[in-house]
């Protein structure tokens, strides 16, 4: 389950995600920042219910990351429990994104 919110003060945009992210969520999770069609600067994934994380998702996350404005874009990847944590260190995604624990 995908779901997002955003903050006109803060000019948030907040992803959650629950259960599996995987390819089933791609429609939902891509839809969720580009129709969202809001100024964003900042962008929070919320990833603190994700249960199992794959390839698909690392590959979502590369293109909200691209969407978001790349090299400069302010994506952070909030509260990954344990095991989705290890996978992004493994990916290296601790090196593109922040990663708030």
Do not use: Q, W
């Not at 945009?13 to 969202?36: N, P, Q, W």
């Not at 429990?81 to 601790?94: E, P, Q, R, T």
Request: net charge negative.
């Amino acid at each position: 389950m995908v779901e997002s919110s955003f903050d006109d003060k803060t000019e948030c945009l907040t992803i959650f995600v629950d259960g599996r992210f995987d390819y089933s969520c791609h429609k939902l999770f891509k839809e969720a920042f580009v129709s969202a069609n809001k100024a964003a600067s900042v962008y929070e994934i919320d990833l603190s219910r994700v249960t199992y994380l794959d390839s698909s998702a690392l590959g979502m996350l590369l293109l909200l990351r691209d969407h978001a404005g790349g090299e400069k874009a302010d994506v952070r990847l909030k509260k990954p429990n344990g095991a989705v944590l290890d996978i992004l260190k493994i990916a290296n995604f601790h090196r593109l994104f922040d990663i708030e624990e």
